[in-house]
């Protein structure tokens, strides 16, 4: 057995382990985050989330590179995943804020999903909702402190994430931060993509329904022609049946 096929189970084995664990801290990170940005907590409270952030950071580091570790190729896994390195070190960098929107649906993606991708309506609708919900406090952290803000609460922030996911885009809420800009081109983006995966899942279920009701019919129509062929045979044997008898002993007709 080779290295590649040696160390690939192990990297799967662990992955497919840690899924849930990591989107359980997540969600933990998730709730600390609306905390943050929603009451703007003082004091002891603050150090808290910083704490479950920082600690949340440090787990995905630390599956980052263990995965990195278990790989066969690491080199190749390494150039393959540079976006999970961005997610573990972006962070750093405390004006990069915004990645912790990028870190809660990858994580939550990579569990959820591999559970739920089957269910196209259902991982869609979720990942519009958390979408929505995470882009809301992203765009409300941004805005608020800037000058003469449009987007002062999360009502407002959640009506503007709403619209923009939606490509509806009233007008009457704009964000003006670059930050802000850059979340609102995002969500664009994950809107465009739903609308996307909305339509191509009913096209799908209609043309599914199509050849479903095609097939049955197809099932029916040989069905039938299956019966008459059958009842075809069984007259040409009565019929074979009352010719023999109808010939009489010899095979000669019977006398008049």
Not at 79 to 96: M, Q
Not at 146 to 164: C, K, Q, R
């Amino acid at each position: 057995m080779n290295d590649s096929s040696a160390s690939r189970p192990k990297l799967d084995v662990w992955e497919r382990r840690t899924e849930w664990p990591l989107a359980a801290v997540a969600i933990v990170f998730l709730i600390a985050y609306a905390i943050d940005v929603l009451a703007q907590p003082q004091g002891a409270a603050d150090v808290a989330i910083e704490v479950v952030a920082w600690g949340s950071y440090a787990v995905f580091a630390v599956d980052y590179v263990i995965r990195l570790s278990l790989a066969s190729n690491r080199w190749r896994w390494f150039f393959r995943h540079l976006f999970d390195l961005a997610i573990v070190l972006l962070p750093l960098l405390r004006p990069l804020r915004l990645v912790r929107l990028v870190i809660l649906i990858s994580v939550l993606q990579r569990a959820v999903g591999n559970a739920i991708r089957g269910r196209v309506v259902i991982y869609t609708i979720s990942a519009a909702v958390l979408l929505v919900f995470v882009a809301s406090l992203a765009v409300l952290e941004s805005e608020r402190d800037a000058v003469d803000p449009h987007i002062t609460n999360f009502g407002e922030a959640l009506w503007w994430s709403i619209t923009t996911i939606t490509t509806v885009g009233y007008g009457d809420l704009t964000p003006l931060t670059g930050t802000g800009r850059v979340i609102a081109v995002l969500l664009m983006i994950g809107g465009i993509s739903l609308v996307g995966s909305i339509t191509a899942t009913l096209a799908s279920w209609i043309v599914q329904r199509v050849a479903d009701e095609q097939s049955a019919e197809e099932a029916v129509t040989t069905a039938h022609v299956e019966q008459v062929l059958a009842e075809i045979k069984e007259l040409r044997i009565e019929i074979a049946l009352l010719r023999d008898e109808g010939r009489g002993p010899g095979g000669q007709p019977p006398p008049a």
